[in-house]
Protein backbone atom coordinates (compact mmCIF):
# COMPACT_ATOMS: atom_id res chain seq x y z
CA UNK A 1 0.00 0.00 0.00
CA UNK A 2 1.23 3.61 -0.58
CA UNK A 3 2.21 5.95 2.03
CA UNK A 4 -0.50 8.30 0.49
CA UNK A 5 -3.25 5.63 1.27
CA UNK A 6 -2.44 5.14 4.58
CA UNK A 7 -2.09 8.37 5.37
CA UNK A 8 -5.68 8.96 4.20
CA UNK A 9 -7.25 6.29 5.74
CA UNK A 10 -5.73 7.67 9.13
CA UNK A 11 -6.70 11.07 8.39
CA UNK A 12 -10.40 10.20 7.86
CA UNK A 13 -10.58 7.73 10.77
CA UNK A 14 -9.19 10.49 12.63
CA UNK A 15 -11.71 13.11 11.66
CA UNK A 16 -14.41 10.80 12.40
CA UNK A 17 -13.25 9.93 16.27
CA UNK A 18 -13.99 13.99 16.67
CA UNK A 19 -17.14 14.37 14.90
CA UNK A 20 -18.51 13.97 18.52
CA UNK A 21 -19.75 10.93 18.24
CA UNK A 22 -23.48 9.30 18.03
CA UNK A 23 -25.88 10.84 18.64
CA UNK A 24 -26.50 8.03 21.74
CA UNK A 25 -22.91 9.41 23.33
CA UNK A 26 -23.57 12.99 22.71
CA UNK A 27 -26.56 12.95 24.62
CA UNK A 28 -25.57 10.32 27.38
CA UNK A 29 -22.40 13.89 27.64
CA UNK A 30 -25.00 16.52 27.90
CA UNK A 31 -27.06 14.34 30.45
CA UNK A 32 -24.27 13.68 32.88
CA UNK A 33 -23.50 17.39 33.09
CA UNK A 34 -26.60 18.59 33.17
CA UNK A 35 -27.21 15.27 36.26
CA UNK A 36 -24.16 17.11 37.99
CA UNK A 37 -25.40 20.52 37.54
CA UNK A 38 -22.46 21.35 35.12
CA UNK A 39 -24.59 23.58 33.03
CA UNK A 40 -21.47 25.13 31.50
CA UNK A 41 -20.28 21.87 30.76
CA UNK A 42 -23.60 20.66 29.09
CA UNK A 43 -23.47 23.72 26.92
CA UNK A 44 -20.62 21.84 24.91
CA UNK A 45 -22.71 19.50 23.42
CA UNK A 46 -25.50 22.41 22.58
CA UNK A 47 -26.44 23.96 19.35
CA UNK A 48 -26.08 28.01 19.44
CA UNK A 49 -29.61 28.51 19.94
CA UNK A 50 -29.99 26.11 22.55
CA UNK A 51 -26.90 27.70 23.87
CA UNK A 52 -28.64 30.95 24.35
CA UNK A 53 -31.55 29.43 25.98
CA UNK A 54 -29.16 27.80 28.84
CA UNK A 55 -27.54 30.88 29.67
CA UNK A 56 -31.42 32.25 29.80
CA UNK A 57 -32.31 29.84 31.98
CA UNK A 58 -29.34 30.07 34.02
CA UNK A 59 -29.66 33.59 34.65
CA UNK A 60 -33.24 33.24 35.89
CA UNK A 61 -32.36 30.61 38.04
CA UNK A 62 -29.87 32.09 39.93
CA UNK A 63 -33.05 34.74 40.74
CA UNK A 64 -34.68 32.11 42.46
CA UNK A 65 -34.27 31.16 46.13
CA UNK A 66 -31.40 27.89 46.51
CA UNK A 67 -32.95 25.09 46.75
CA UNK A 68 -30.94 21.70 47.96
CA UNK A 69 -29.58 20.49 45.20
CA UNK A 70 -28.90 16.72 44.16
CA UNK A 71 -27.00 14.80 41.76
CA UNK A 72 -29.17 13.18 39.28
CA UNK A 73 -28.75 10.02 36.96
CA UNK A 74 -29.85 9.28 33.01
CA UNK A 75 -30.80 6.22 31.80
CA UNK A 76 -30.30 6.16 27.63
CA UNK A 77 -33.54 4.08 26.40
CA UNK A 78 -33.72 4.74 22.96
CA UNK A 79 -32.38 5.93 19.75
CA UNK A 80 -34.04 6.88 16.28
CA UNK A 81 -32.22 8.58 14.30
CA UNK A 82 -33.67 10.45 10.95
CA UNK A 83 -31.64 11.99 8.18
CA UNK A 84 -29.65 14.92 10.27
CA UNK A 85 -31.94 15.41 13.26
CA UNK A 86 -32.03 12.01 16.06
CA UNK A 87 -34.13 11.43 18.97
CA UNK A 88 -32.91 10.06 21.96
CA UNK A 89 -34.97 8.87 24.50
CA UNK A 90 -34.44 8.17 28.09
CA UNK A 91 -35.38 8.49 31.89
CA UNK A 92 -34.24 10.32 35.20
CA UNK A 93 -33.37 7.41 37.58
CA UNK A 94 -36.44 6.59 40.01
CA UNK A 95 -38.89 8.04 37.28
CA UNK A 96 -40.99 5.92 34.82
CA UNK A 97 -41.54 8.85 32.71
CA UNK A 98 -39.38 8.54 29.03
CA UNK A 99 -38.13 11.94 28.00
CA UNK A 100 -36.64 12.90 24.42
CA UNK A 101 -33.76 14.48 23.48
CA UNK A 102 -33.98 15.69 19.95
CA UNK A 103 -30.20 16.25 18.64
CA UNK A 104 -29.40 18.25 15.62
CA UNK A 105 -26.09 16.90 12.98
CA UNK A 106 -24.18 20.34 12.57
CA UNK A 107 -21.34 20.51 10.44
CA UNK A 108 -20.74 17.01 11.28
CA UNK A 109 -21.44 16.58 14.50
CA UNK A 110 -24.37 15.73 16.72
CA UNK A 111 -25.66 18.90 19.01
CA UNK A 112 -28.69 19.34 21.51
CA UNK A 113 -31.31 21.22 20.15
CA UNK A 114 -33.85 22.38 22.78
CA UNK A 115 -36.60 24.51 21.94
CA UNK A 116 -38.35 26.99 24.64
CA UNK A 117 -41.31 24.91 25.25
CA UNK A 118 -38.80 21.96 26.09
CA UNK A 119 -36.69 24.58 28.07
CA UNK A 120 -39.80 24.90 30.38
CA UNK A 121 -39.81 21.46 32.11
CA UNK A 122 -35.82 21.84 33.38
CA UNK A 123 -37.52 23.28 36.95
CA UNK A 124 -39.31 19.78 36.95
CA UNK A 125 -37.01 17.08 35.77
CA UNK A 126 -33.22 19.63 35.69
CA UNK A 127 -33.66 18.52 31.75
CA UNK A 128 -32.44 21.41 29.15
CA UNK A 129 -34.09 20.22 25.95
CA UNK A 130 -36.15 17.46 27.13
CA UNK A 131 -39.06 16.46 26.03
CA UNK A 132 -41.37 14.23 28.24
CA UNK A 133 -43.16 11.45 25.76
CA UNK A 134 -45.90 10.04 28.75
CA UNK A 135 -48.42 12.35 28.38
CA UNK A 136 -50.40 10.93 30.89
CA UNK A 137 -49.45 12.99 33.51
CA UNK A 138 -49.72 16.06 31.49
CA UNK A 139 -53.25 15.82 30.77
CA UNK A 140 -54.33 14.93 34.77
CA UNK A 141 -52.59 18.09 35.85
CA UNK A 142 -54.49 19.74 33.03
CA UNK A 143 -57.68 18.49 34.32
CA UNK A 144 -57.08 19.00 37.67
CA UNK A 145 -56.68 22.87 36.94
CA UNK A 146 -59.60 22.60 35.11
CA UNK A 147 -61.29 20.80 38.28
CA UNK A 148 -60.02 23.60 40.26
CA UNK A 149 -61.29 26.45 38.33
CA UNK A 150 -65.18 24.97 38.50
Sequence with gaps: MSRNFILTILVVILLAS?????????????????????????K?????????????YISLSKLQPDTISKSLNFKITNEKIEGDTAYVYYKVSGSDIEQMLVLKN???????AASKDSMGQVDEYMDFGGTNTDTSSANSVEQEQEDTLR
Aim: net charge negative; with cysteine; proline share 2%.
Design 18 to 42: CSGGSPKKVAKHYLDEIGSEDYEGA
Design 44 to 56: DYCTEDTKKLMDM
Design 106 to 112: IDGEWKV
